[in-house]
């Protein structure tokens, strides 16, 4: 008989190669899947410390995989400092202080998220009001992060909004996900969420996000991009109202 521990590394692995796939394909997803995947399975702070070290190293790969870095810190710095202030003020919530709330916070942002997308809302940022609304849309981000650990909203359709290059877009996302994922291991551990004895646990999630990264990188040429991201938000939308209705239930 499969040990119940057996079966929770086979889920795991499963969910981090399909979330890589996802990032493979379209540039990001990674931690949205995951948290959706786990957090039906777990607490939203378990699933969080889970993906940490996964989302780290696609993030990092993905960010210099372009030769813009400098230039893109340069002009989202403000926005990344809002990300690290949001996200380390509101880990609390996530963390514990939220309980079925926290649960109700990811499901809320998975299902904004998904209808967002799948109504294809697109929307162009003035470059004389980047100054000030990076560090807003930073903080708010922050503030979703913290509370729900997914890393997209606003971020990513502000990012889309932007006047950028298409691999200059995708390096910002790699950008914002990495200042994400560091604000959040920050917040976790200092909420005692989050010890060095969890890494190992996140360390045996890399492989198969990098091998589920691999393969969509491989077959992105090969597929309807549109149709993968309609398939890709209606299984979000799934896993954001089923979350809700377990916290409300």
């Known amino acids: 008989m499969i040990s119940s521990f057996a079966m929770r590394a086979s889920v795991v692995a499963a969910t981090f190669v399909a979330a890589g796939f996802v990032k493979g394909v379209t540039g990001m997803g990674l931690p949205t899947v995951a948290m959706g995947v786990l957090g039906t399975l777990m607490l939203p702070a378990q699933a969080a410390a889970m993906l940490l070290l996964p989302s780290f190293v696609t993030n990092v790969w993905q960010l210099f995989a372009g030769s813009n870095v400098r230039a893109l810190v340069k002009r989202l710095w403000l926005m990344m400092a809002g990300i690290g202030v949001g996200t380390v003020a509101t880990a609390s919530f996530i963390a514990g202080g939220g309980g079925e709330w926290a649960v109700a ?105 990098l091998l589920g990264m691999w393969i969509g990188q491989r077959v992105r040429g090969h597929i309807s991009p549109a149709t993968f991201r309609r398939w890709f938000f209606l299984c979000l939308l799934g896993l954001g109202i089923q979350l809700l209705a377990r916290a409300f239930v």
């Open 105 to 209: 916070g990811l499901g809320a942002a998975l299902t904004l998220y998904a209808v967002a997308g799948l109504m294809a809302w697109r929307f162009s940022v003035p470059s004389r009001y980047e100054r000030w609304l990076s560090p807003a849309v930073g903080v708010v981000t922050g503030a979703i992060t913290g509370g729900t650990g997914v890393f997209v909203v606003p971020a990513v359709p502000y990012l889309q909004g932007l006047t950028l290059k298409k691999e200059d877009l995708v390096q910002a996302l790699g950008l914002s996900f990495t200042v994400s994922t560091l604000a959040l291991a920050i917040g976790l551990a200092r909420e005692h969420a989050f010890e060095i004895d969890d890494l190992s646990e996140s360390l045996c999630a890399v492989v198969p996000a």
